[in-house]
């Protein structure tokens, strides 16, 4: 589904992706880790499109079509999604608005109609109710005034309601508490399909006991150092990125 | 520029022209402040960033056309669609001529003409002598009750000869213990060139109030120029709202001056100007007393090579303890053509006031526009999705509630107009 393969990336005379590879199958859940300055989050955004961010070598193909040359609204109607590690607050445009601008957005590129409104709104309180969200932050600015926790939500409320081929989710388990996570997780869990691929980027092994990956990578200076199953992740919790390093440099 | 002045001469036989009436000695006294101090330059302070010189230009070239009032009469599709899209109680002053055939009088309201009982005109202000020198009639409206539905003030003019001029001159009372709603409606069609000035002055009683809402909606070749004054007795309460969509030239002065304790006025409003357009809101507040209150937020939309200006004043007179009066501007430029100079200005003279104000300048929040295009939505809808969330505050306070929809809906298309020319 999604093929990277030497990606080279800078932000202004900075580079920061080295030359990554990286495949991703449908079906598959691959967890990305890494140390803080990695290129964790760098990776999220080229692939959802961020202008900032000049891509000076190699290729990204999402579907056999070279997602490189798609706007980022068009890479979201092809199925990409990006949860973002810091979702910004947009006062003034309505949460349930967004939602259903993106649900319709995606709908009509793949030649569907638009939805009912009122299935719609069903619909997304039966999943926010089961994300542990208050239903009333539909009518709210977009994730203003939404505490650490309910922004993740949010991130995950969009996904589950896109139904994206691709899901990116960049650190969408920070600041939650544990009882948080397994809700979150299990929203995660609800989109497994073997048509749907999921990429976790996290810091900590703690999501990944309820989402478990096919594949683990660790991501250091720009490039992918290591890839294994869970076991790895488990490993890096105990012997720390420095291990990796190491191992790397030696 | 070179500028050019207002023909005197030309003005004098506008007035000849029309008819021998009760308002001639006030037209003549008009004519004769207005030929002593002429009209404001880019030399007045108050007048810094806005020259009338194409509203001289317009007025010259109508003179020497013969100085005739525009009488096509395609206006009235207009003046119907309008009067259609807001259920209010409506007078029309079209093309400078009062037509009150739509309006129903009943116990607690009437209307007169000026020329049924003339009074004074106040000669301090330029531009009102210029209207009280050219006007035709004016509107004098008593309210002396609350009323199902609110008056509506149409001030229409159509543009089809080369260059036009109209005047418009309302007063309004409310009686004291009143709640009035007053839609204020400018608006323009045709081609040519117009030049339209008006002068409102609005007295709320004793423990009454007002809800004004201000529209214009003119033509990209019209300028405008219009004044509210207005006055608060003991305990009243004006709410008002401002929206400039159109119109090549204008300028926008709103004067209220506080003399007794109580008073309370809340006010916004929104220009959104696009390329060719200079939009200019100047207020004044004057806290003669106090308690007295004053908040105003004006927002400002831009685009293309246009400018804006926005300039607040409060001033608070000796005395005048515990006037609280806050002021803000607020400005989202989508181009680097687009210019606005603001300006708060505080004058105070008392010890107990709270006063506060503060402007922005900014531009399209990047990360916003990120997420929303990473949500499917283009570029053009990210945008204006972004800029009416900008609008959305103002617009909500919309205080005349009859008139909500309709001008929440040309906010809408205006600013769907607007981001068309956004560069990508």
């Known amino acids: ?250 | 520029m070179k500028h050019e002045l207002l023909s005197i001469d030309g003005v004098r036989d506008a007035v000849r022209r029309l008819p021998d009436d009760a308002l001639t000695p006030i037209r003549e006294a008009a004519l004769a402040h207005l030929d002593e101090h002429g009209l404001p330059t880019l030399r007045d302070e108050d007048w810094k960033y806005t020259d009338l010189g194409p509203a001289i230009d317009i007025s010259n070239r109508w003179f020497a056309a013969g100085a005739r009032p525009d009488t096509s009469d395609d206006i009235a599709a207009s003046v119907d669609l309008i009067t259609a899209s807001i259920d209010a109680n409506w007078l029309v002053i079209a093309n400078g001529l009062i037509d009150d055939s739509r309006i129903t009088i009943d116990n607690g309201l009437e209307v007169l003409r000026f020329s049924d009982s003339p009074t004074a005109v106040n000669m301090e202000r330029p531009l009102a002598n210029l209207n009280a020198a050219l006007l035709r009639d004016g509107l004098r409206i008593e309210i002396s009750a609350t009323m199902e539905k609110p008056i509506g003030l149409l001030i229409i003019d159509s543009a089809n000869s080369a260059a036009g001029v109209s005047q418009a001159s309302i007063e309004i009372s409310v009686a004291p213990g009143c709640d009035a709603e007053i839609i204020e409606y400018q608006a323009s069609t045709g081609e040519g060139d117009h030049y339209a000035n008006s002068v409102v002055a609005l007295h709320i009683g004793q423990g009454a109030s007002a809800s004004y809402v201000r529209l214009q909606n003119r033509g990209k070749r019209h300028v405008q120029t219009g004044r509210l004054s207005a006055t608060l007795d003991v305990d009243s309460k004006l709410i008002m709202g401002s929206y400039d969509l159109g119109g090549r030239l204008v300028r926008n002065d709103v004067d209220i001056d506080m003399s007794e304790p109580g008073a309370e006025v809340i006010f916004s409003g929104l220009y959104i100007a696009g390329d060719g357009q200079h939009i200019d809101n100047h207020t004044k507040v004057d806290h003669r007393v106090g308690p007295t209150t004053s908040s105003q937020e004006y927002r400002g939309i831009l685009n293309g090579n246009c400018r804006c200006v926005w300039n607040g004043k409060a001033i608070v007179h000796k005395g005048a303890d515990g006037t609280d009066a806050s002021q803000a501007n607020h400005n989202l430029l989508l181009s680097d053509k687009a210019e606005i100079d603001t300006k708060p200005e505080l004058e105070i003279y008392a010890d107990d006031v709270k006063c506060s104000h503060g402007t922005t300048i900014g531009q399209l929040d990047e990360a916003a526009l990120f997420y929303l295009r990473t949500r499917g939505l283009d570029k053009r809808r990210a945008t204006v999705i972004l800029t009416r969330a900008f609008a959305v505050d103002i617009v909500d306070r919309i205080p005349v509630a009859a008139a909500k929809d309709a001008i929440a809906s040309l906010v809408e298309s205006r600013l769907a107009d607007l981001v068309q020319d956004v560069a990508p």
């Not at chain 1, 990305?32 to 961010?53: F, Q, R």
């Not at chain 1, 994730?143 to 926790?149: D, K, L, Q």
Request: glycine share 10%; no cysteine; aromatic share 6%.
């Open chain 1, 1 to 250: 589904m999604l093929e990277i393969k030497n990606l080279k990336t800078r932000i202004g005379d900075t580079e920061i992706l080295r030359g990554l590879t990286l495949s991703v199958k449908a079906g598959e859940v691959h967890a990305i880790m890494g140390p803080n300055g990695s290129g964790k989050s760098t990776l999220a955004l080229v692939i959802a499109g961020h202008e900032d961010y000049v891509v000076t070598e190699g290729t990204v193909s999402f579907k056999g079509q070279n997602l490189l040359e798609l706007d980022p609204e068009e890479r979201a109607r092809e199925g990409v999604f990006l949860g973002f590690q810091y979702p910004v607050e947009i006062p003034g445009v309505n949460n349930a608005y967004l939602l259903k601008a993106a649900v319709n957005a995606r709908r009509r590129h793949s030649g569907l109609g638009e939805v009912d409104a009122f299935e719609f709104l069903k619909l997304a309180r039966e999943k926010m109710t089961a994300l542990g969200m208050d239903p009333k932050l539909l009518n709210r600015g977009v994730n203003e005034g939404f505490s650490g926790g309910e922004k993740k939500r949010n991130e995950v409320l969009q996904m589950t309601m896109l139904e994206p081929s691709l899901a990116i989710l960049d650190e969408t388990d920070s600041g939650l508490d544990i009882d948080a996570l397994k809700v979150v997780a299990k929203g995660i869990n609800t989109l497994r399909s073997p048509e749907r691929a999921i990429v976790l980027i996290t810091h900590y092994q703690r999501l990944l006991d309820y989402v478990e990956p096919d594949f683990v990578h660790v991501l250091s200076d720009g490039k992918i150092v290591r890839s294994g199953d869970k076991s790895l992740a488990l490993e890096l919790e105990e012997r720390g990125y420095e291990w990796v390093r190491e191992a790397v440099n030696a």
